[in-house]
């Protein structure tokens, strides 16, 4: 009689702690979107591949040296304009030097929240891309899927964590 009250006893507790979801990592999923076609304007997409409402543009491009790293020789110097974004929390999108095949030279973030509010309403900003080689420098693209969510993994926390989170950001040598 004694054993089959602890088993009932231990089994209540192994409920309760699977329905908190501190017991394992039961029911915390973490899933990567997929990366979505580079361009020079794009729609921005969430992290399940939907539109944002928000057009990323880069605007134009040009290789010149950074006013303060004159030394290091010419650079990306580009300017980038987001539509229908908010100025205070809007999205971020991964900005890319690439050469002639579409090959990542150099690639950083580029956030609308950063971006300075122009007359029509769109947000305009400017960046340097460091490449090692700028003559082999063909156009600036941008990624569509929206850097800015900063969600949780399961690693991190097993109870509150999970769910869809965008892809890795695009680095030197990713073909886009």
């Excluded at 921005?44 to 057009?55: H, K, P, Q, Y």
């Excluded at 999108?93 to 769109?122: H, I």
């Excluded at 965008?166 to 040598?173: L, M, Q």
Aim: proline fraction near 7%; aromatic fraction near 6%; charged fraction near 25%.
């Amino acid at each position: 009689m004694f054993p089959a009250r602890i088993l009932a006893g231990a089994l209540s507790a192994l409920v309760i702690l699977a329905l908190s979801g501190c017991s394992s990592r039961w029911g915390c999923t973490d899933t990567t979107a997929e990366r979505g076609e580079a361009g020079v304007r794009v729609e921005v997409e969430d992290t399940s591949g939907r539109s944002l409402g928000v057009a990323a543009e880069v605007v134009d491009w040009r290789l010149e040296p950074h006013p303060q790293a004159r030394s290091r020789g010419d650079q990306v110097h580009f300017r980038y304009r987001f539509d229908g974004a908010d100025e205070i929390s809007g999205p971020a999108v991964d900005a890319c030097a690439v050469d002639e095949k579409r090959v990542a030279l150099g690639c950083q973030t580029v956030s609308s929240s950063v971006a300075r509010p122009w007359p029509d309403g769109g947000l305009t900003g400017d960046d340097w891309l460091v490449v090692e080689h700028p003559e082999q420098v063909a156009g600036v693209l941008l990624i569509p899927n929206d850097q800015s969510y900063v969600g949780r993994t399961c690693e991190q926390d097993i109870k509150d964590g999970g769910g869809p989170h965008p892809p890795e950001p695009a680095g030197r040598g990713d073909q886009l």
